[in-house]
């Protein structure tokens, strides 16, 4: 009796273990699917000038649209999630070193990475947040490549991303943006330079950064990072509507929020907004009120 109970446990096993496999096996097919797609684009090249006012500027928005979270401040890169069943995911090194990119990537290179989220090859830059920089004017996308073409070649290896079993599940559901460039209207074609000015509409036009996390209507929900706390919602419906400008501005330089709470970095990356002018965070507080 007990051999035969022994029996169907291990057929049952077995059968588990089969089903597992052939599910995963379907989702690695359509990672793969996706990772090794390859796109058309026509590339719309503009002026990328070097003087060192863009080169300031450029550095401004890479500061504020969190390019160092991935690459670091330096552009060697750094590994941001290491776990087995996630997977590993880091920024390259995107400095002219060995070890980042060849001498013989130019501004169109550039351009392809930033507004159409593919690489050399026409092939997904994974993990990449195209869908926000492709909303950029082409002065601000302009100065964020003179600034980075400016920087010293630093000599240090790029990690490549590799996606473990869950990672390759939950990028295939859609709960890791992993793929932006599905996300992205190849075709648009972006202003020549939006108006800076402490108005809704520039804080319309900053708010693309905030998408990424927050959702595209802003009204937060699940973390795209698995096992992260909910994202808030910072429209005029969520906390922001209770706020005055100096909470917001406040929160968004500190990390305190005028109900006493601490928010942690890996929550809500102040320290990045904290970067932010007057005038642009007036301008974002304006537009999120408004919604």
Known sequence: MFS????????IVLGLV????????VFNFIFR???SKKYTVTVRNIPIPNDSATIAEGRHLYEIKGCGECHGADLRGKVVVD?????RIA????TYGTGGLPESYDNTDWLKALR???NTANKPLLLMPSEEFTRMDDHDIAAIIAFCRAQPKIDAPSIPIEMGPMGKILSV????????AEKIDHHKEQPNQVAKAATKEYGQYLAASCTGCHKPALTGGDNPVPGAVPVANITSTGHV???SQHDFITTLRTGKTPEGKQLQVKDMPWNMTAQYTDEELTALYLYLRSL
């Open 116 to 118: 159409h989220g593919l």
């Open 83 to 87: 776990d087995p069943a996630i997977g």
């Open 18 to 25: 089969v089903i597992v496999l052939t599910v995963y096996g």
């Open 4 to 11: 035969k109970v022994l029996k169907w446990a291990a057929r």
């Open 91 to 94: 920024g390259n090194n995107i």
């Open 33 to 35: 699917q996706h990772a």
């Open 241 to 243: 509507g209770k706020w």
């Open 173 to 180: 559901m859609g709960k890791i943006p992993l793929f932006p």
